[in-house]
């Protein structure tokens, strides 16, 4: 069994193969032209799939040995994410599996993430909690079986990539700029600069108060200092990554509890924060869990990943046709 998978969520053109449940490939090229303008522009970005996709896909099936006639199925990322971008990855892959008369598997995104897990060993049992975080999406996922998922808790406003990416802006320093605070993070003090916690009730979060209080912050103290941020901006960086970690963890540490779940998991661009990374071992040491932490190259989006989802989606027999389109709000 052998299928081509096909990612373009956002700024990154993946193609992977994988052979009965076993990852062949994985190729990603990575869209530079974003970094001028501080963010992903998505036009700039559906065009930039479409120089790409051809090579990636090309690249993917010669890595993994394997030509267009071995193939079983195709897959394709349908949402979330940007729309132009999708559009390119499914419109690629239809075509791709009417030319070949083959079938068309459609996976979600985030539910990608999740199932990253078990691309490699060790894979966690079911049932197991992930946290699901990336720039778009924060998340707590219950996962009872590799297609039965339900999210049990998820941010109300901004995802906590995006938080990082705007504490970094307010900075000044370069997109993407949340593995910058990572790194300059693990030089300051975490305890430098204390920052309130949002009250959020349930399993649920809030970023939004956490980047305005971080905005007055830094103005009130550049007002007394001009050269505030480049004097501390070591301790600046560990004090909010800090915070935000602590958020993410208070919830997990409650979604353990009520559900009696102790099979823990991270996923999503995120999970490479090696703050969050070392707390979560930590915590899980302390609490008795069993952690799971996936690879640096399955964190970020990769098209391992959605053919890890279309594996288990083949076994099913769970198949989509010709009429499929990209959506750029998609429900699990």
């Given at each position: 069994?052998?299928i081509?998978?096909?990612?373009?969520?956002?700024?990154?053109t993946?193609?992977?193969?994988?052979?009965?449940?076993?990852?062949?490939?994985n190729?990603?090229?990575t869209?530079?032209?974003?970094?001028?303008?501080?963010?992903?522009?998505?036009e700039?970005a559906s065009?930039?799939?479409?120089?790409h996709?051809?090579?990636?896909?090309?690249?993917?099936?010669n890595?993994?040995k394997?030509?267009?006639?071995?193939?079983d199925?195709?897959a394709?990322?349908?949402?979330?994410?940007?729309?132009?971008?999708?559009?390119?990855?499914?419109?690629?892959?239809?075509?791709?599996?009417?030319g070949?008369n083959?079938?068309?598997?459609?996976?979600?995104?985030?539910?990608?993430?999740?199932l990253a897990?078990?691309?490699?060993?060790?894979?966690?049992?079911?049932?197991?909690?992930?946290?699901?975080?990336?720039g778009?999406?924060?998340?707590?996922v219950?996962?009872?079986?590799?297609?039965?998922?339900e999210?049990?808790?998820?941010?109300?406003?901004?995802?906590v990539?995006?938080?990082?990416?705007?504490?970094?802006?307010?900075?000044?320093?370069?997109y993407p700029?949340g593995p910058l605070?990572?790194?300059?993070?693990?030089?300051?003090?975490p305890?430098?600069?204390?920052?309130p916690?949002?009250?959020?009730?349930?399993?649920?979060?809030?970023?939004?108060g956490?980047?305005?209080?971080?905005m007055?912050?830094?103005?009130?103290?550049?007002?007394?200092?001009p050269?505030?941020?480049?004097?501390?901006?070591?301790?600046i960086?560990a004090?909010?990554?800090?915070?935000?970690?602590d958020?993410?963890?208070?919830k997990?540490?409650?979604?353990s509890?009520e559900?009696?779940?102790?099979?823990?998991?991270?996923?999503g661009?995120?999970?490479a924060?090696?703050?969050?990374r070392?707390?979560?071992?930590?915590?899980g040491?302390?609490?008795g869990?069993?952690?799971?932490i996936?690879?640096?190259?399955?964190?970020?989006?990769?098209?391992?990943?959605?053919a890890?989802?279309?594996?288990?989606?083949?076994?099913?027999?769970?198949?989509?046709?010709?009429?499929?389109?990209?959506?750029?709000?998609?429900?699990?």
């Open positions: 069994m052998n081509l998978a096909i990612e373009s969520s956002c700024d990154e993946s193609a992977a193969v994988i052979t009965n449940g076993k990852i062949r490939s190729v990603v090229a869209q530079l032209i974003h970094t001028q303008y501080g963010g992903v522009v998505p700039l065009r930039a799939h479409q120089q996709i051809l090579p990636v896909v090309a690249n993917a099936l890595d993994a394997v030509t267009k006639k071995d193939l199925a195709i394709f990322t349908k949402g979330p994410g940007l729309l132009g971008a999708l559009l390119v990855g499914t419109s690629f892959a239809k075509s791709m599996a009417l070949l083959i079938p068309l598997i459609e996976i979600n995104h985030m539910q990608a993430h999740v897990h078990f691309i490699e060993d060790p894979k966690p049992s079911f049932p197991f909690l992930c946290l699901t975080v990336s778009g999406h924060t998340q707590i219950k996962v009872t079986a590799p297609l039965e998922m999210i049990i808790g998820e941010t109300k406003d901004d995802a990539g995006e938080a990082f990416d705007k504490t970094a802006k307010l900075l000044d320093l370069p700029g605070i990572d790194k300059y993070a693990t030089l300051g003090d305890e430098a600069f204390p920052f916690l949002p009250e959020m009730p349930g399993l649920d979060f809030s970023f939004s956490i980047k305005t209080s971080f007055y912050f830094l103005q009130k103290q550049v007002r007394q200092n050269d505030f941020i480049a004097e501390n901006l070591n301790d960086c004090s909010i990554q800090f915070t935000l970690v958020i993410l963890l208070k997990l540490k409650k979604a509890r559900t009696g779940i102790r099979e823990i998991a991270i996923a661009g995120v999970s924060n090696s703050g969050l070392k707390s979560l071992l930590e915590l040491e302390k609490l869990w069993k952690v799971y996936p690879a640096f190259e399955y964190c970020t989006d990769n098209a391992a990943m959605i890890m989802a279309a594996h288990y989606k083949f076994e099913a027999n769970d198949f989509t046709d010709q009429t499929a389109s990209p959506l750029a709000r998609m429900e699990f």
